[in-house]
């Protein structure tokens, strides 16, 4: 029969310690064992998880494996997968305007932070365009393009096509470099600009470019490049 973390003497119990002393006084593995709840007939919860974590390296390792990835794991099945997914996800959508709540842009550093966490797990190039109205909150964000920014993929057709659809006052464009250095090409300036001449004939403004790699971001217009 599976151990239960409620089958532990009490003062082991990770989720009677979060409840008296706050989550922050737990270790990556005790929250864990908070979410899965049980072990297995031969391991408890808190030995499967911080296997589980020591697998992947740690938390980021974890938040960003495949199901199959996790379903690999001994002592993890369908349900226990199901959980550590959807706690993932809900870690994707912290801060972002899929919470349900208002995200504005006031800074390059918003734009990067809203999906730098998505790009992050990219190997190639994405373009994903913010959708703003007029008081620069986000109304949507559209995939454009996937692959090295030059001008037989980055079209403005891709870029407005949402933009024009959904009434956006404005855009940002946002890609990422898998390289992890944010720092723009001649092929990202140029698309830039091709971007924003296509955008004064249509009344829709490019406010900005924001080029992000590894936890690092470059605003073209900080740059002044756009």
């Not at 020591?54 to 199901?67: K, W, Y």
């Not at 379903?71 to 099945?77: D, L, V």
Request: avoid cysteine.
């Amino acid at each position: 029969m599976d151990q239960r973390i409620m089958d532990m003497p009490q003062n082991e119990r990770p989720q009677e310690r979060l409840l008296r002393y706050g989550a922050d006084s737990l270790s990556n593995s005790e929250l864990l064992a908070v979410i899965l709840r049980t072990g297995t007939r031969d391991e408890n919860i808190l030995n499967l998880a911080q296997r589980t974590l020591t697998l992947f390296n740690g938390i980021n390792g974890l938040l960003e494996a495949s199901q199959d990835d996790l379903m690999k794991i001994e002592g993890i099945k369908e349900a226990k997968a199901s959980q550590i997914l959807s706690v993932a996800e809900l870690a994707k959508r912290y801060k972002s305007y899929r919470s349900g709540d208002s995200y504005k842009i006031g800074s390059p550093g918003d734009a990067a932070d809203l999906v730098m966490v998505e790009l992050r797990e990219f190997k190639q190039e994405v373009l994903k365009v913010l959708l703003l109205n007029t008081k620069n909150v986000v109304i949507g964000v559209h995939n454009a393009s996937m692959g090295s920014l030059n001008s037989s993929i980055v079209h403005p057709r891709e870029i407005f096509k949402e933009a024009i659809r959904k009434s956006a006052a404005s855009i940002i464009m946002v890609h990422n470099h898998p390289s992890g250095d944010p720092t723009p090409s001649s092929e990202d300036i140029a698309a830039t600009g091709r971007i924003r001449e296509a955008g004064k004939l249509i009344g829709i403004d490019l406010l900005d470019h924001v080029i992000v790699g590894n936890g690092r971001y470059i605003s073209l217009r900080e740059k002044n490049l756009l």
